[in-house]
């Protein structure tokens, strides 16, 4: 869970509004912070980045048991919420596909599905394990929710600043239990959105052509990562869980600045926002079975954020 006081101190430190946080109870859980399994650092990890990239905006926690049902009854919950109307969701976890029942998959699946026809743009953390996704069956898998073709798969990179500028960025990956996720999907095919994209097929025995993860990336390397305040402790996190909220705050920001949700962002960006500027590409490195290249590729998607030209691309 969360601390109000965390949230207070963490933001006027930063100089910044103080966010309203409100929790949201499903199937009995709720905001309940405890030390004792790290959680709460997720949960603080996602509130903290997107309420410092769009300030004032509504912040809104779902709590939920951990179990399939529990997980999807947050997503449909926040879906369908009609009191706060959220106009972009933050996911930041997962778990690699095979994991997965192929009925939750589906079911995941079918509720962004609904979240796109509404409008809402769902944006999942691509993993922190490498190709193999923290498996050791010598297979590359891909994380899922991020997997779901109706989601935002948000990757991850090593970034190096030089004053106020960027002197280097290049694909997250300092072991394997340390680098951005990426690959294709063994369980979804390939999005008509990504026909022309020139998908690789899977590394695996199978030759899979599915759809490919990430769609985006950001910052994700704990060395140069995120600082936050968890339980009265501050510290530094990184990972893909970090990315999903940068990108949740960027849309939200966009959403206020073109006056209308952005919604199902996924067939823009492989489609009229190509050749726009509205990402820096990035082209070097890999995250175990898959490298990095020119234009899309299966560790940072098409890259990191620019977010003036996405605004400006969008029609802002």
Same mark, same amino acid.
């Given at each position: 869970g969360y601390r109000t006081e965390d949230i207070k101190s963490y933001f006027t430190k930063l100089g910044l509004p103080v966010p309203r946080v409100?929790?949201?109870?499903?199937?009995?859980?709720? *905001?309940?912070?405890?030390?004792?399994?790290?959680?709460?650092?997720?949960?603080?990890?996602?509130?903290?980045?997107?309420?410092?990239?769009?300030?004032?905006?509504?912040?809104?926690?779902?709590?939920?048991? *951990?179990?399939?049902?529990?997980?999807?009854?947050?997503?449909?919950?926040?879906?369908?919420?009609?009191?706060?109307?959220?106009?972009?969701?933050?996911?930041?976890?997962? /778990?690699?596909?095979?994991?997965?029942?192929?009925?939750?998959?589906?079911?995941?699946?079918?509720?962004?599905?609904?979240?796109?026809?509404?409008?809402?743009?769902?944006?999942?953390?691509?993993?922190d394990n490498g190709s193999a996704d923290g498996e050791t069956d010598g297979l590359a898998h891909v994380d899922f929710p991020a997997s779901s073709p109706f989601a935002l798969g948000c990757g991850g990179t090593k970034l190096a600043g030089l004053g106020s500028s960027i002197s280097s960025e290049v694909v997250w990956n300092e072991g394997p239990n340390s680098a951005t996720g990426g690959g294709v999907s063994d369980n979804f095919p390939g999005p008509s959105y990504q026909s022309s994209t020139g998908i690789p097929q899977s590394v695996n025995p199978s030759h899979k052509a599915g759809r490919g993860v990430p769609d985006v990336s950001g910052d994700a390397d704990p060395a140069t990562g995120y600082f936050v305040r968890v339980d009265g402790q501050e510290f $530094?996190?990184?990972?893909?869980?970090? $990315?999903?909220? +940068?990108?949740?705050? @960027?849309?939200? @920001?966009?959403?206020?600045?073109?006056?209308?949700?952005?919604?199902?962002? *996924?067939?823009? +960006?492989?489609?009229?926002?190509?050749?726009?500027?509205?990402?820096?590409?990035?082209?070097?490195?890999? *995250?175990?079975?898959? /490298?990095?290249?020119?234009?899309?590729? /299966?560790?940072?998607?098409?890259?990191?954020?620019d977010g003036a030209k996405l605004l400006h691309a969008l029609g802002g």
């Amino acid at each position: 869970g969360y601390r109000t006081e965390d949230i207070k101190s963490y933001f006027t430190k930063l100089g910044l509004p103080v966010p309203r946080v409100t929790a949201v109870r499903v199937d009995g859980a709720r *905001n309940h912070p405890s030390t004792a399994d790290g959680a709460d650092g997720e949960v603080m990890l996602d509130i903290e980045v997107a309420a410092a990239i769009a300030p004032k905006a509504q912040i809104v926690v779902y709590f939920a048991p *951990n179990t399939d049902k529990g997980f999807l009854d947050a997503i449909t919950t926040a879906i369908h919420d009609t009191t706060h109307k959220p106009s972009v969701i933050s996911i930041s976890w997962g /778990a690699a596909e095979k994991n997965w029942t192929g009925q939750a998959m589906t079911s995941y699946d079918q509720a962004f599905q609904a979240a796109a026809a509404l409008g809402i743009t769902i944006c999942c953390a691509a993993g922190d394990n490498g190709s193999a996704d923290g498996e050791t069956d010598g297979l590359a898998h891909v994380d899922f929710p991020a997997s779901s073709p109706f989601a935002l798969g948000c990757g991850g990179t090593k970034l190096a600043g030089l004053g106020s500028s960027i002197s280097s960025e290049v694909v997250w990956n300092e072991g394997p239990n340390s680098a951005t996720g990426g690959g294709v999907s063994d369980n979804f095919p390939g999005p008509s959105y990504q026909s022309s994209t020139g998908i690789p097929q899977s590394v695996n025995p199978s030759h899979k052509a599915g759809r490919g993860v990430p769609d985006v990336s950001g910052d994700a390397d704990p060395a140069t990562g995120y600082f936050v305040r968890v339980d009265g402790q501050e510290f $530094v996190i990184g990972g893909t869980s970090a $990315v999903a909220p +940068l990108w949740a705050g @960027l849309i939200a @920001l966009l959403n206020q600045k073109l006056g209308h949700p952005v919604g199902f962002l *996924n067939p823009l +960006l492989y489609g009229s926002l190509v050749g726009t500027g509205f990402s820096r590409d990035i082209t070097s490195g890999n *995250n175990g079975a898959y /490298a990095a290249k020119q234009r899309w590729d /299966a560790c940072t998607g098409w890259g990191t954020p620019d977010g003036a030209k996405l605004l400006h691309a969008l029609g802002g």
